[in-house]
């Protein structure tokens, strides 16, 4: 468990215990107020994140930065057609990662990319973005 997720932990349960505290001081018809209060509050805070989580989504990235893949190594975005890829994908066909030459993408400048930077594979690395109609990556002849 790391240093901020510990302090997190500990300062939940001493604000749960406090909050506690505070209503068992109270008095239950006293803290039955406070606490209807308080869920308003807390509801109002939960829909504004909401919302707000709505409007600032980013953009879409696949990483692969720093991966080792013995085999090959695939991202595919954003497909609403045809994606065929056969077989191991040639390269070594397997075995380990090489040690040196790591493969790597170029990322959209935006952000919005698929990136690979660091990555080592023992094959192929293959990279689609944004596929509508239909990609084929291989040796086998098309089924339709």
């Known amino acids: ?19 506690a505290a505070f ?3 109270r008095g239950l018809d006293e803290a039955d107020k406070w606490s209807s209060v308080l869920s308003l509050f807390f509801t109002v805070t939960g829909l ?17 930065d720093g991966a080792v893949a013995g085999g090959s190594l695939r991202q595919i ?3 609403k057609g045809d994606v065929v890829i056969t ?3 040639g390269g070594n066909g ?6 040196a030459a790591p493969a790597s993408g170029d990322p959209d400048p935006a952000g919005a990319a698929q ?25 086998e002849p098309p089924t339709s």
């Open 1 to 19: 468990m790391t240093k901020r997720l510990w302090f997190l932990a500990v300062g939940t349960v001493v604000a749960l215990g406090g909050l």
């Open 23 to 25: 209503f068992v001081l």
């Open 48 to 64: 504004a994140l909401t919302v707000a989580g709505l409007f600032t989504r980013g953009p879409a990235v696949q990483s692969a």
């Open 77 to 79: 975005r954003g497909v």
């Open 87 to 89: 077989g191991g994908g």
């Open 94 to 99: 397997g075995g380990t990662a090489p040690a």
């Open 115 to 139: 990136s690979a930077r660091g990555a080592r594979t023992g094959g192929d690395l293959t990279q689609i973005d944004g596929v509508d109609g239909s990609v084929r990556i291989g040796s």
